[in-house]
């Protein structure tokens, strides 16, 4: 029998692994509490809503996952090298989260959700833009300290190039999905990012 604190971390990590093989319109309460192995009772116990359980899982899953950035983007790190290690992570990321007998490629299930939800569906969509503005963020950072050193052939604007960089990985991430084609999205990311930032050939 599992306690109340185990019960609630089973739902989470549930919740996550299913939104990380089905929409989250084709998820049900009932499903989660099957895969799970509680009640609805014990469901309705920890969370008011599907849609509560969701934000709450996005939030745990992305504070499991913040050391593995911190050590990316630290700042003892110099910048090329927080570049590289961002890369290798992103393509490391498909190995350990593929899914046996589907795509190659994995999409953060997270950022995907807040674009299958509807208006209605504000806690999603808050969850959703809340943690991409965190890895915006993590990016700014090492924009920044590319820039302070001069690596960069445009004087641009911090926050908008890491946005775009953002916006360029989740995108070649789904287009390395729909076409199950993890071998594009390794050689496409690197160059596109470099491109994105203007880096200098000489540090590519």
Not at 80 to 102: F, M, T
Request: net charge negative; hydrophobic share 35%; with cysteine.
């Amino acid at each position: 029998m599992r306690n109340a604190a185990e019960t609630r971390i089973k739902l989470l990590e549930t919740a996550i692994e299913l939104l990380s093989t089905r929409s989250y319109h084709d998820i049900g309460v009932s499903d989660v509490c099957k895969h799970a192995g509680v009640t609805k009772g014990a469901f309705y116990h920890h969370f008011d809503s599907k849609a509560a359980l969701f934000a709450t899982a996005a939030r745990h899953h992305w504070e499991k996952g913040k050391d593995e950035l911190r050590a990316v983007f630290s700042p003892e790190v110099p910048p090329i090298e927080q570049l590289n290690r961002y890369i290798e992570l992103v393509c490391d990321k498909q190995k350990r989260h593929a899914v046996p007998g589907e795509s190659e490629v994995c999409v953060c299930p997270i950022f995907t959700a807040g674009g299958q939800v509807g208006p209605e569906d504000v806690e999603i969509q808050d969850c959703s833009r809340e943690l991409a503005g965190e890895q915006v963020k993590y990016l700014a950072s090492m924009v920044r300290g590319l820039k302070g050193e001069g690596m960069l052939g445009e004087d641009g604007d911090v926050t908008l190039l890491a946005r775009l960089v953002f916006q360029y990985v989740h995108g070649l991430l789904t287009y390395g999905k729909v076409f199950n084609d993890l071998d594009t999205v390794r050689s496409d990311l690197r160059e596109g990012i470099c491109r994105i930032l203007n880096l200098q050939c000489k540090f590519r």
